[in-house]
DNA sequence: TATGAATGAGAATTCATTCAT
DNA sequence: CATGAATGAATTCTCATTCAT
């Protein structure tokens, strides 16, 4: 009986997750509203609900649709290096700029997807986990290799650098000038993880006490 | 012209802030209903509205309130300690503690804020600009000390250190259920950044070959 | 953005002045609930803002259609006549008539008009100038063709004979019950107004003892 | 059980009708506050209520106030005539001085009398028939005196003539600037009820063809 | 498929009035 | 008498969604 998303691959819908990523990015999820939406992707009113069950759908479906497209690229840049570290100081740089190049996009992962994950008790969110583990494979890589000390967690690991690249973005969405350019922010934040994953020790005060520094 | 909060240390103000970080945690922002949160802090509809201007004042007031005690916790906390790293894993573990103990606040501290953030331009969110710059105050007084290294720029070593707490506590907080404890966490976490801060390189590859890892 | 009166030759949008027409002269503009009028038009609340603004935007639009459908009829009945002291009788059989043959229509004009004019300070009310500057025109005809003093200033006269029938008129609309039909009151307000006009000196009285009366 | 209007005579009670006076003559009845009367006033909203039973009694009772005023003074002043003639100069004259020097009441009773007349059922409004009865009077003193033709009937006259000066007035209490002096307008409106009346006919038009003009 | 006019439930805010002090 | 904090009913306007065309 719902219509549910019919043809995926149909121009329109395409057009109206496009509208909706601007219109929500602009306004936010609750303000947006989806004549805004309809009238950005050049479509009636009406013709949304062909393509989406309600407004909570087109949020999920553009959250779907950009995370394949996130988690697409940044399997294919990872694939590029050969090494754990390589592979951090590549996931920051191709992080930052995703947010450097998609304003849109970066903002509405930022903001909206918190708001989602709250209100949408349902949605699981599964494409921003697989973005997550992708870090933590790196990190069981970089342990395997014998680069990455093995006392570190993965999983406490793959959020807390996710959360320091995701942070920084924060800060770019929201105050539109930029104090220091993607590659450094990338370096310095790879940096910190880098150095800290390679020398890791649980208690980083007694290390530096022994070793006389 | 507008009644403006007559009396901030009304007792009533007090129950109000109460009740809506209990509703604004539960509901969210913007489906918390002013009504909702008379009937919590058990005050009429109208009496919100002699203690705040509109609903977005609640929020704000709300933010001012608890910054200002979360500020007051861990200024004291760090006082009790008397070097650059301890200070950081007394943070992490502080900050953690903050959001286990008390997680409608934290909830609203890490959804809503960002909301608010976006919606209400004009608001600075200048204690939680005060929070990070805590942290950039260690950084520093750790390269001073010659603890931590003076490549690090404390301006984006603030956020990322914040950020990875932050997407932790979130974890948390949606989640409901904690696979690690929050000594691990802050452990793990404080560590990362102090093993990173205390050896870091800009370019820890090529460190990392030139000692023969 | 607003979406403003679509369709101003649309069925709904005459429902809706009706209906309000109705309405306010019923309970008056302020007692008046958009609700009390969408009911009356036999359409949603929402409906209503399809075709205007606001509760205001009701008001003004219906003072436009009627004023525009009474200049018309007036100027109509006007031309019927050619003298300017017949004009003037017409004027006020008309405008009497006016009223006893719509009373709500009369009734927002009486009382609503000047609330209107007082409260929406930039609505300026434009047609009703219209009508007044009728009066003008006839009195000036008047004093070209030396029938009427040319000591009369007919920016002052318009608004007294409009005055006159105005008052009487209002006096109906409030009673409900007529002491006198509404030929003998325009011949009687006409007729003063003509010997006024016809016989003006400056200085009546002074005419009066000279004249032996 | 009621207070009702305790102590008329107490200066609180006048100062609180001051107020409305003002209050309602800037805003109207609808948009006035009580809250606003009781600042104006230097007294608590509650205190209102001591002297008054609700919002529409403020009104009602600011009318009788005020028209007790109005009477008095244009009984005093028509009293310095002796003559019909002189008198409706005099009535005139007065009328629009009182509205130049008390706009505040002018409005009030230019607009707000219309709606409270309305909307008030109950309200008998005596002192505006009393104020209209002078008028009568000094008609039918006329015409006893014969300078009056006995056709005219008081009771419209009274009506028009009232009517006359009250358009006058609100287009000075609405538009702040005055193209005419007091003087002129009164000697006008006088001028033309006096020529109507001294030299009414009710067909002037074959009264004018009969006498050539 | 596509439209967009129509719907009506829903929510923030106001303010006359009360009453405990 | 006087106060003014508290009340809560009342009302405008919005906007997601539907459905006849």
Same mark, same amino acid.
């Given at each position: 009986?719902?219509?549910?998303?019919?043809?995926?691959?149909?121009?329109?819908?395409?057009?109206?997750?496009?509208?909706? !990523? *601007?219109?929500?990015a602009k306004k936010g999820f609750f303000k947006a509203k989806v004549s805004d939406i309809a009238k950005e992707a050049q479509v009636a009113d009406g013709t949304i609900y062909l393509y989406f069950e309600n407004k909570d759908d087109i949020l999920i479906s553009l959250f779907e649709e950009q995370m394949l497209l996130v988690l697409e690229n940044m399997r294919q840049q990872l694939s590029k290096e050969d090494n754990a570290a390589k592979k951090i100081e590549r996931f920051a740089l191709t992080h930052l700029k995703l947010i450097e190049s998609n304003k849109n996009v970066a903002e509405i992962i930022q903001v909206e997807l918190r708001?989602? !994950? *709250?209100?949408?008790?349902?949605?699981?969110?599964?494409?921003?986990?697989?973005?997550?583990?992708?870090i933590a494979d790196i990190i069981e890589e970089g342990q395997k290799g014998g680069v990455f000390n093995k006392a570190i967690i993965p999983d406490i690991a793959k959020r807390a650098f996710f959360g320091a690249l995701d942070e920084m973005s924060r800060f770019w969405v929201l105050s539109s000038r930029k104090k220091y350019d993607i590659e450094t922010a990338a370096e310095q934040i790879s940096g910190y993880f880098l150095n800290g994953f390679m020398n890791y020790t649980p208690s980083p005060l007694k290390k530096a006490v022994l070793s006389g520094k």
């Open positions: 009986m719902a219509p549910a998303k019919k043809n995926k691959h149909n121009e329109k819908y395409h057009r109206i997750i496009r509208a909706a !990523t *601007k219109i929500f708001q989602s !994950t *709250k209100f949408m008790k349902e949605y699981k969110n599964e494409r921003f986990m697989e973005y997550l583990n992708l």
